[in-house]
């Protein structure tokens, strides 16, 4: 199946999930290992679903998922999803969370959606044929570094990078525009993506944060990466830095003096 065929199918599959998180306002919630980290029925719902969805699609692919055990990258194909990320965001009814799915093929990404259930904007990124939102072509932003929105996350749940992330946020506040943190490192990536954001770090990632969404920066001309000397992979946590070229320099500098 080609790729376009392929993201065709997914679309439609990601929006019913969208529906389907959104049939359960007041989920049970769960208490998952880390500070203020949370899953919810509706988390395990919907990762039901796409999973159930996905697989006829590519019967040999491997699922990397937030809410599955023993992740691990197998050779070949692999869908890496995130079925809420921002679940507190989604807990408290703020209304900034988003359904992600990347796919990945030996370790590149290919295709990445994630769909932003309450404004209804499906953004989509297929390798070599561009990124869209609800199928508009998009791209990153060109705007001085000096006036630069730059999205951050702070990961609750890791208080030991607590003073590494605020040092890297004030020392970015001082040197570009201003900041913003939705809680939704999906949502921001894509922002940044379509050119409402300029750029984004968070010191700690899982790769269901950010593989859905790596396709569609490339694919719109941004760059993302990681810590200066590491390596960028989908296989574990990591710096994630991303943003329009200029933007991504100066994160990539700060962040060398910051990451622990």
Known sequence: MEL???AAKVSEIVQEAGNLIKSIPRPQVYTKEGHANFVTEADMASQKFLIEHLTPLLPDAYFFAEEKEDNQLAPGWNWIIDPIDGTTNFIRDYKASTISVG?????????????????GELFTGIRGQGAFCNGTPIHVADVPTANALIAFGTAPY????????????K???VRCGDLRRSGSAALDLCHVAMGRMDGFFELRLSPWDYAGSSVILREAGAL?????????????PQTILAGAPKVYSVLEEIAGKHCP
Request: glycine share 10%; charged share 25%.
């Open 4 to 6: 376009e065929q392929l």
């Open 103 to 119: 796919l990945v093929k030996d370790g590149e990404g290919v295709l990445g959606m994630v769909l932003d259930p309450y404004r």
């Open 158 to 169: 890791y208080q030991e990078l607590k003073e590494a992330t605020f040092a890297m946020a």
């Open 171 to 173: 020392e970015v506040a």
């Open 224 to 236: 993302i990466g990681t810590a200066p000397g590491r390596e960028f992979s989908y296989q574990k």
